[in-house]
């Protein structure tokens, strides 16, 4: 803001910081922890309510709950892995395509306003559980010398070039990996949380100057990133879900 208060107040990497709501021994309890809690609690209390007691005819929460669930297990989890290998990982997968969804969905409910994946930190978490369940099926499938062998994509027809290969697979699998998992989720809800700050401010800015014409175009945008969000915020669920069971694919195939 400028000196007089006329400035435009941009939005910026303050628009992801928030004050501690409270303090507990030291540790800071802030709006996003608080969206976190709600999004476990979220999807917890809907899967409980629609599977706690199913019915051969079921109810509306049942029906939706089973609709998200037969579409992540088959569109997905049997795509990828395949109905045999797949099953098993089914809940798993469940469980992050909607979480992430809740997480992300935040930024277009009011008062909360915020999608969680903006901030590095929980993408990063949720990468490294798919990191760590991919890693544990790698090695338990093949062995310690065979699962490295699957990661680094070791071919002994490959010759001359063979150590080159291996170097490159073994930075892309191991490092690149996890980090692309997690940065691709994070980068588009920031960018898209960043978006929708800025044309919604830039609305009350423009209305408050009364340039009302150009007030009305930042507000036009504003409820279009909104439907945009939307969409993005699902599909940020579907590729999250989806890169995780091609990474799983990968460990269980016989050869990488």
């Given amino acids: 803001m400028a000196s007089n208060g006329c400035g435009f107040p941009s939005p910026g990497l303050h628009s992801f910081l928030f004050k501690p709501l409270f303090t507990v021994g030291g540790y800071h309890f802030n709006k996003t922890m608080l ?9 917890v209390w809907f899967f409980w309510a629609a599977f706690n007691k199913p019915k051969v005819v079921p109810g509306k929460i049942q029906m939706i709950g089973e609709a998200g669930y037969d579409f992540v297990r088959r569109n997905i989890v049997y795509e990828i892995i395949g109905k045999k290998e ?17 997480m992300n969905i935040w930024a277009i409910i009011p008062l909360a306003q915020f999608p969680v994946a903006s901030v590095i930190a929980y993408p990063a ?10 890693m544990s099926v790698t090695f338990r499938r093949h062995g310690f010398v065979g699962g490295l062998k699957n990661l680094t994509g070791y071919d002994k027809s490959l010759g001359p070039v063979l150590p080159l290969v291996v170097g490159i697979e073994f930075f892309s699998n191991v490092l690149v990996r996890p980090f692309t998992h997690c940065v691709r989720l994070f980068a588009n809800m ?26 009305g175009v930042s507000f036009v945008m504003t409820i279009v990133m909104i439907l945009f969000e939307l969409f993005i915020e699902a599909i ?11 990474y799983i694919q990968g460990a269980l195939a016989e050869e990488h």
């Fill in 190 to 215: 920031f960018a898209g949380h960043l978006l929708l700050v800025m044309f919604t401010v830039s609305s009350w800015y423009l209305l408050n100057g009364f340039l009302i014409p150009a007030a």
């Fill in 125 to 134: 978490g949720l990468a490294i559980i798919v990191y760590l369940v991919w």
């Fill in 35 to 43: 969206l976190v809690l709600l999004t476990t609690v979220v999807v």
């Fill in 236 to 246: 940020q669920a579907y590729v999250f879900v989806l890169l995780a069971c091609s």
């Fill in 86 to 102: 797949g099953e098993k990982y089914v809940p798993l997968m469940v469980s992050l395509f909607f979480f992430v969804w809740i």
